[in-house]
C-alpha cells in the first residue's frame, strides 16, 4: 500500500514514520516533504506545492496511491480533500472537506456550530468594521481576546491585558487584511490539546497534550507555533477526558453531520480546563497538531494506518479501542534564532545520529537534504522526542539527546513540562 503525506513540517515526518512502521505499507511519499522524510528508507518527497491540487490528483492516480493524509489546514481549507475525491474515486483521503475545514478557518464558524450545539465556549463577537470591533471592546474593558476569523498562521490571536492593546489590535488585524475579528471573553486556567479522530459519526480522542506556545522560557515572550509538547497531560484526568467526550467531541461530531458535513479526520480541540475543572472550547483545528502529533504517535500502539483506513472508510464504530505504550513521551522543538521572527536558512545541522543513537526520535521540520547536506531551512527546525515511563524520563531523554545536535543559532527552551515537573 502506498501512501501519500500532505506537508512539510515536524508533523508530516512523524506521520511518515510511524505509518512505515506498519509492514503493509509499502512507500511513503510526502508533498513536498522535507529533509528527513528524504532520508527515510521507503520514503520520497516529491516536489510539489500543497496547492497543487492536480499534480497531487495526477500522482495518485498513475502511482496508485491508496491513502492521503493532509498535514497542514491550508490545503484543507483550499479543497483538497473534495479534489481527490472528485478527481481520484480510488483514492480515500484522511482530512475533512473544504466545508467540514471551516471548523479551523473559521473561528466564527465553529462558534455558532457550538453555540447551536450547546458546546461550552467563550462569548463572542464578529465584527466586519473596525470601529465597531473597538466600540465594543470599549464597552467590555480588558482583559479581552482579539482573534482574526479567518487562518493566521497562529498569528491572528492577542490576548490583550488592556483595553489600549485590544485597540492596537484590532488595528492591526484590519490592517493587513484579517478581517473579520471576533471579539471573546477571556478565560483563565491550564491549556489542554485534545486530538481525536473521527469518522463523520463516531470519535475517539487520542491521547491529550500539552503544548507550549510561547518562545521563551516561562512561557513568555512571542506566541510560536509550538515549542515543545508532552502526552499524556496530567491534568486531563481519564475522568475530564470522558466529559471533553461526551460534551464536546461528540456532540461536535453530531453538529458537523446535521449540517450535512462528512468529517473523516482529526478533530483537535484546543481547550482551557478552568479553576473550577470545567472545559472550555477555545478553539478547533481540523488536523493533527503539530508539535503534538510528535509526542502522540511515538506512544501509539495500534498501527496507524488502520485507525486512518477506518476513519476514511467509515468503520470506526467497530474499530478495536486504541492501544498506547505506558507512559509518556516529549518533544522539544529546536528553532532558528530569531524565531519567531526573521531568520535565517542554510546552516548546517549535525548530531541526528547520535542523537538517536541515544535512544531519541528526531523529527525534522525546517529542514533540507542539499548535495547530502542537512540544512535548517525553516523557523522551526527539528524536534527531538524520546519517552519513558515516567514524564521526568522522558524529559531527561529528549535533552540529552537534544545536546547532540548542533546548528548556528540553535535556540530551544530547556523547561519544556515545567507545568508538571520542575525541570
Ligand atoms: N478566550 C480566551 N481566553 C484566554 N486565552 C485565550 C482565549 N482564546 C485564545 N487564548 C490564548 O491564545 C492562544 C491562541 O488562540 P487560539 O484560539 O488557539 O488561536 P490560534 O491557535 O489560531 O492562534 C491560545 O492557545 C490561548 O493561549
Ligand atoms: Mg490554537
Redesign the pocket.
Known sequence: MKVLVVGNGGREHALAWKLLQSQRIRQVICVPGNGGTARMENCQNLPLRVDDFEGIARFTVVQNVTLVVVGPEVPLALGLTDYLQQHNPNVMVFGPTQEGAQIEAS?YWAKSLMQQAGIPT?RCERFTDAAAATDYVMAQGAPI?V?ADGL?A????T?AATVEEAKTAIESLFKSGLSPVVI?????GQ?VSVLAVTDGLTVRPLLPAQDH?RIGEGDTGE?TGGMGVYAPAPLATPALMERIEQEILQPTVEALRQRGIDYRGVLYA?L?ITPEGDPMV??F?CRFGDPETQAILPLLETPLEELLLACTQQRLEQFPPITWKQGAAVCVVAAAQGYPGSYQKGQLITGIEQAEQLGATVFQAGTQLKQQQLLTDGGRVLGVTATGETLAEAIAGAYAAMDCIQFEGMYYRKDIGHRVINV
Do not use: H
Request: glycine share 14%; net charge neutral; aromatic share 0%.
Open positions: 473561528k467563550p481576546v482573534k493566521a497562529g498569528k491572528g490571536v490576548v471573546e471573553e477571556c478565560l483563565t491549556e506556545k506566541n484546543g482551557m477555545l478553539e483545528n
